[in-house]
Nanobody
Framework: QVQLVESGGGLVHAGESLRLSCAAS????????MGWYRQLPGKRRELVAL?????????VDSVKGRFTISRDNAENTVYLHLQMNSLKPEDTAVYYC?????????WGPGTQVTVSS
């Protein structure tokens, strides 16, 4: 059974940091790339950080140098993290984790990040 649960969001001031976590349950995730997406109000969901099964990372330009994605593979569960530093008001969004190549299962509930100026 596939399940995604995100946590760690909150309300912070600009310049502060947050660390998001995701528990991705299901054997399908361990060998797949994993990503963090965000959905800004009124906008489409976008992929902002990706980590391959081998640990290579890639980021959208707007978060490069500020966000760091990491993963820990456990039996039947992948734990995904997103360290977010120097947060900006434009980072305000609901953040989701997902394996881009896996269509099985619903999206998780996401975790709200709000950055005040």
């Amino acid at each position: 059974q596939v399940q995604l649960v995100e946590s760690g969001g909150g309300l912070v001031h600009a310049g502060e940091s947050l660390r998001l976590s995701c528990a991705a349950s299901g054997s399908v995730f361990s060998g797949n790339d994993m990503g963090w997406y965000r959905q800004l109000p009124g906008k489409r969901r976008e992929l902002v950080a990706l980590i391959t099964s081998a640990g290579r990372t890639n980021y959208v330009d707007s978060v490069k140098g500020r966000f760091t994605i990491s993963r820990d593979n456990a039996e039947n569960t992948v734990y995904l993290h997103l360290q977010m530093n120097s947060l900006k008001p434009e980072d305000t969004a609901v953040y989701y984790c997902r394996a881009p190549g896996v269509t099985e299962g619903p999206w998780g509930p996401g975790t709200q990040v709000t950055v005040s100026s």
